[in-house]
């Protein structure tokens, strides 16, 4: 069974930056699709970015450009770079694992991203 948990989640300015990391244990992770999402208050939870075991990545329209996810299966360890952050991407930001063909997806425990003056 896979542990994530996330880390980096802060208070940020407008314009700021910030690193995510979401480091797995209990497993490896290069087989796993990896997946940021994030819920903000009153809000449904959404698919920030993700990046497959191949190495490809998706993000959402909102995020093209200023997020950048990033894998080391090395270091089991997913990353996501976010740059010139707004106030809407107010969020609790979760790390997802999800294993196409055993069918499993595990989730962590979530960071809150604050993009506020």
């Known amino acids: 069974q896979l542990q994530l948990v996330e880390s980096g989640g802060d208070l940020v300015q407008p314009g700021g930056s910030l690193r995510l990391s979401c480091a797995a244990s209990?497993?490896?992770?290069?087989?796993?699709?990896m997946g940021w999402y994030r819920q903000a208050p009153g809000k449904q939870r959404e698919l920030v970015a993700a990046?497959?075991?191949?190495?490809?990545?998706n993000y959402v329209d909102s995020v093209n450009g200023r997020f950048t996810i990033s894998r080391d299966n090395a270091k089991n360890t997913v990353y996501l770079q976010m740059n010139s952050l707004k106030p809407e991407d107010t969020a609790v930001y979760y790390c997802?694992?999800?294993?196409?063909?055993?069918?499993?997806?595990?989730w962590g425990q979530g960071t809150q991203v604050t993009v506020s003056s």
């Open positions: 209990g497993s490896f992770i290069r087989a796993y699709t």
């Open positions: 997802n694992a999800a294993h196409m063909v055993l069918g499993v997806n595990y």
């Open positions: 990046v497959t075991s191949g190495g490809s990545t």
